[in-house]
C-alpha cells in the first residue's frame, strides 16, 4: 500500500480508523474514502457502520468468462424445447461476453406460472459464474423497501438492492427482480417502479441507496426480471426492458419434461435411483437395484390432472409419488418398483392414515 494511501487512512476518524483496516479503505472508491474523511464523530452511527463494512470491497469484479458451449449445456439439461427462448438467452450471453458491463436491455422473463423463469436466470447466472440473488417484489408498495431509509428516520435500514449486493459477496451478481407485474404503489413513500427506472436509465455505477448516503457501482451487476402479466406493466418500464415471452407447455411438452427432467431429478433427490437403498440387505438383495419407474401412461394421467399452462402443480404431485413409496416400504415392507396408470391412484392416497 501506498504512503499516500496510509496518510489518508490516517486522517479517518478515530472510530472509523479502528473498524476499516487500510486494505479495506484502499479498495474503496475515492468518493467513498472522500465520504468517509468527512464524517464527523457524532454522525458515526454502529447500523450504519456495519452495513458499510458488509460490502463486498475486497472481492474481485466477476470476469467475463462465460463458457457458451457450457451455457448452451446449462439451458438443454435445465429447460425442454423453448428453442427460441434459449437462442435469445444465448445472444445475450454471447454479447455480454465480448463487451462485457452490463450489455444491453434488461432482460426480463415474462410467462405463465411454472414455466421456468426463475430457473432460466439462475442458470444464466451458473453459465457466467455469478452468484444470483433474488428480490421478490410481489406486493411490494414503497419505494423505501428499495431505496433504503435515511438515518434521520428511526427505522433506518437499507434497501434490498444493497442487500442483494451484501448476500451475495460481490459487486458482480445477477441480480432477479422477481414479480415485478405485482408491484403496488404508496402514495407517502413513492412507487417502487421509479426506483427500477432510475435503476435501469441512469448511471449505475452512480446507484445512491438512502441509508447509506454514498453512490455504489452497480455497473458490473445484472439483472434480469420476471413477470407473468405482460398487460399490467406501465408503457414506460416496457419500454426499459428486454421482452422474453415463454410460452405455456402442451401435453407433448409436459411429458417429456416430466419423463426426462422432473422424474430424474426427484429419483436423485430422494435416493430413489436404486430401489436397494431403501431395503435391508437381508429382505432385498441384487433384484432391487433398478430404479423406480414411472410409465408413461401414469405420466400422462398425472398431466391431465394439472391443467396449468406450466409444470410446477405436476412437479408437487410427482414429488408425493416419490414419498408414498417411500412411506409404503416403511409402513408395510412393500416395496414399489414401478407406477402406472393402475396403482397410481393408490399411490395418490394417505398411507399412514387411511
Known amino acids: 500500500m501506498s504512503e499516500e494511501m496510509t496518510s489518508k487512512h490516517g486522517l479517518l476518524k478515530y472510530r472509523l480508523k479502528s473498524r476499516i483496516t487500510e486494505e479495506i479503505f484502499s479498495a474503496m472508491p475515492t468518493e467513498v474514502q472522500n465520504y468517509l474523511l468527512n464524517m464527523e464523530q457524532e454522525d458515526i452511527k454502529e447500523n450504519h457502520l456495519s452495513a458499510m463494512l458488509s460490502l463486498p470491497w475486497l472481492a474481485e469484479k466477476a470476469p467475463n468468462i462465460v463458457d457458451l458451449r457450457v451455457a448452451k449445456g446449462t439451458l438443454d439439461r435445465s429447460h425442454y424445447a423453448m428453442e427460441g427462448v434459449k437462442e435469445k438467452i444465448m445472444r445475450y450471453m454471447a454479447c455480454q461476453k465480448h463487451l462485457g458491463r452490463s450489455y444491453g436491455a434488461v432482460l426480463l422473463l415474462a410467462g405463465p406460472p411454472g414455466v421456468g423463469k426463475t430457473s432460466i436466470a ?103 426480471a420476471t413477470a407473468n402479466d405482460l398487460d399490467v406493466l406501465s408503457p414506460v418500464l416496457k419500454d426499459r426492458l428486454d421482452i422474453v415471452e415463454l410460452p405455456p407447455y402442451d401435453e407433448k411438452d409436459k411429458l417429456r419434461i416430466v419423463m426426462d427432467y422432473i422424474w430424474p431429478k426427484l429419483l436423485k433427490e430422494y435416493n430413489l435411483e436404486s430401489l436397494d437403498e431403501l431395503c435391508d440387505d437381508l429382505d432385498m438383495m441384487a433384484h432391487a437395484l433398478q430404479p423406480l419407474e414411472l410409465k408413461e401412461d401414469a405420466a400422462l394421467a398425472l398431466i391431465r390432472m394439472c391443467p396449468e399452462e406450466g409444470v410446477r402443480d405436476l412437479e408437487r404431485i410427482c414429488r408425493n409419488l416419490c414419498e408414498s413409496v417411500i412411506s409404503i416400504w416403511y409402513a408395510n415392507r412393500a416395496l414399489v418398483r414401478a407406477i402406472d396408470e393402475n396403482n397410481l391412484d393408490a399411490l395418490l392416497q394417505p398411507v399412514f392414515y387411511k
Open 122 to 224: 439462475l442458470s444464466i447466472a451458473r453459465a457466467m459464474g455469478r452468484p444470483c440473488v433474488k428480490i421478490s417484489l410481489a406486493g411490494v408498495a414503497d419505494a423505501y423497501f428499495l431505496r433504503g431509509v435515511q438515518q434521520v428516520f428511526r427505522n433506518a435500514h437499507h434497501g434490498r438492492i444493497i442487500e442483494a449486493v451484501i448476500r451475495s459477496g460481490s459487486f458482480s451478481p445477477v441480480i432477479l427482480l422477481d414479480e415485478i407485474d405485482k408491484m403496488g404503489s404508496s402514495q407517502e413513500h413513492g412507487r417502487p417502479e421509479n426506483v427500477l427506472l432510475d435503476l435501469l436509465d441512469s448511471d449505475r455505477s452512480r446507484f445512491v441507496d438512502n441509508f447509506l448516503g454514498f453512490p455504489v457501482d452497480l455497473s458490473d451487476a445484472i439483472f434480469i
